[in-house]
C-alpha cells in the first residue's frame, strides 16, 4: 500500500529519483516478496516522504525496512528522522506479535533519538538499525527457542527422507597421527631441495 500522496510529493520534490517511482517500488516489491507501506508524513516544517517495506519472512518474524537492500532510507522532504522512525514502529506494531523495523541512514543519531527509541547500531558504517518488539536480550531468546525448534522439526523431515547425517569429530590421537604424518611429508620434501 503507496499513499495516496506519494504520486505528486515524488513529481515535485527535486531530490525523487527511481527509488521513489510507483512502478519501480512495485517492481521491487515483486521481486523481493514484500509489500510497500511507503507514506507521506507530516513534520514540523512540512512533510516527508517514508518508504517502507515489509518482509513477511525474517530472523525477526515480519519486518519492515526503508530499503530491504539498500544503504540509505531515502527521505524525501523535510526530514525528521524521529518521525519517520514513529511511523515506521506504528506500522509494525499493526504486523502482530513478532515484529522488528530496519532503519538505514546516512547518518549517525542524536544522543536524543538513541535514548528515546533505545538504538542498537548493527554496522558502524552505515547506520543500519533494528527497533525491536521486545529488549535485544528476550528478543534473541525467543529467537534462538525459535530455531532450535526449526532444526528439530527439519531434523525429523529428513530423517523421514531417509538423509543420513553424519557428524565427525577428530580425536586427539587422530590429531597427533595428522600433525606426524604432515611433519614426516615436509621432511621428505626437504631432503629433496637443493
Known sequence: MIDKEWDDFVENEKSSGILHDRQFIE?????????????????????????????????????????????????????????????????????????????????DFSIETKQKFGIKTINPYIYSTLFLENTYEEQTKKYQKQFSKDLRRNLRRIEKENIIIKHAEIQEKDRKKIKKSTEEESDVCGCHQM
Do not use: R
Open 27 to 107: 517492481l521491487l516489491c515483486k521481486e523481493w516478496k514484500c509489500t510497500p507501506c511507503h507514506k507521506v508524513v507530516d513534520t514540523n516544517d512540512g512533510k516527508m516522504a517514508v518508504p517502507g517495506y515489509i518482509i513477511d519472512k525474517s530472523i525477526f518474524g515480519k519486518k519492515i525496512t526503508t530499503q530491504p537492500f539498500l544503504y540509505f532510507p531515502k527521505l524525501l522532504g523535510k526530514i525528521d528522522e524521529q518521525k519517520a522512525i514513529q511511523y515506521l514502529i506504528s506500522e509494525a506494531k499493526k504486523l502482530g506479535k513478532n515484529w522488528a523495523v530496519e532503519y538505514k541512514s546516512e547518518n
